[in-house]
């Protein structure tokens, strides 16, 4: 099967869920507050930016580097960010249920200190299986979510063959498109958990290689928002789950 001749993933800007839940965390609360289910959360108006920053940088691209399509998770953060990302480019846009962020059932909406004091054996049963394999009750593991995205890939090999492909997702997804496309072991990708979290906006990427092998080209980039006026979202404000 060809491969892509570009993958780009870029994460949603900012969402009034990530304001939200830094806030949480650091005053201890339990809960972060959310007044929308995970699919409805908006972009706050930084967000919106960010995505406008971004749709400048896409504007600014050569022809021969632009996508030739574009699939968008179907949550609201990452539809937002794709209509003002993409708007004016003409790009075709698709929308996938496989490119929605990890669900997390029972612990849904909590801090991290919420999970350990409202369900401490479920604290514990994370610890005890890892990051990796542990699957909340009612929600997902990483794993699930590689299964899905595995889906996806095959698909858009199959239907994208030699074109270019941006997708719009959530910050989970961009690790575990680089343990799909790079074939990380399980210590490699929860290294990169550990070292890196994943800017809002940012852009991870891989292009086709001379032997038709998609290759790291970068990583968690967003100098991009900054040379197109818009303000990155610094790393500890950038809310990751909280299992």
């Not at 304001?19 to 967000?47: K, Q, Y």
């Amino acid at each position: 099967m060809a491969e892509l001749a570009t993958l780009w993933i870029i994460r949603h800007g900012e969402s009034t869920a990530n304001v939200a839940a830094t806030e949480a965390e650091s005053n201890g609360a339990d809960l972060i507050g959310l007044t929308h289910r995970d699919a409805d959360v908006p972009l706050s108006p930084t967000g919106e930016e960010q995505a406008r920053a971004t749709g400048r940088w896409l504007a600014g691209l050569p022809a021969d580097r632009r996508p030739d399509v574009a699939v968008v998770s179907p949550y609201l953060r990452a539809v937002s960010t794709a209509e003002l990302a993409l708007h004016g480019t003409g790009v075709p846009v698709s929308r996938d249920e496989r490119l929605r962020d990890r669900e997390l059932g029972i612990l849904d909406g909590l801090t991290g200190h919420g999970v350990r004091r409202r369900f401490p054996d479920e604290a514990e049963r994370r610890a005890r299986l890892g990051k990796f394999y542990y699957r909340p009750p009612g929600g997902e593991s990483w794993t699930d979510v590689a299964l899905r995205l595995r889906t996806l890939l095959g698909d858009l090999r199959r239907d994208h063959a030699g074109q270019r492909v941006l997708l719009f997702g959530h910050d989970a997804l961009v690790f575990l498109l680089r343990y799909l496309v790079e074939g990380l072991t399980e210590p490699e990708l929860m290294a990169l958990t550990r070292e890196h979290v994943i800017a809002n906006c940012s852009i991870t990427h891989w292009s086709a290689d001379s032997e038709d092998r998609l290759m790291p080209g970068g990583f968690n980039e967003v100098g991009h928002l900054r040379r197109q006026g818009a303000q990155p979202t610094r790393e500890d404000e950038v809310h990751a789950e909280p299992v």
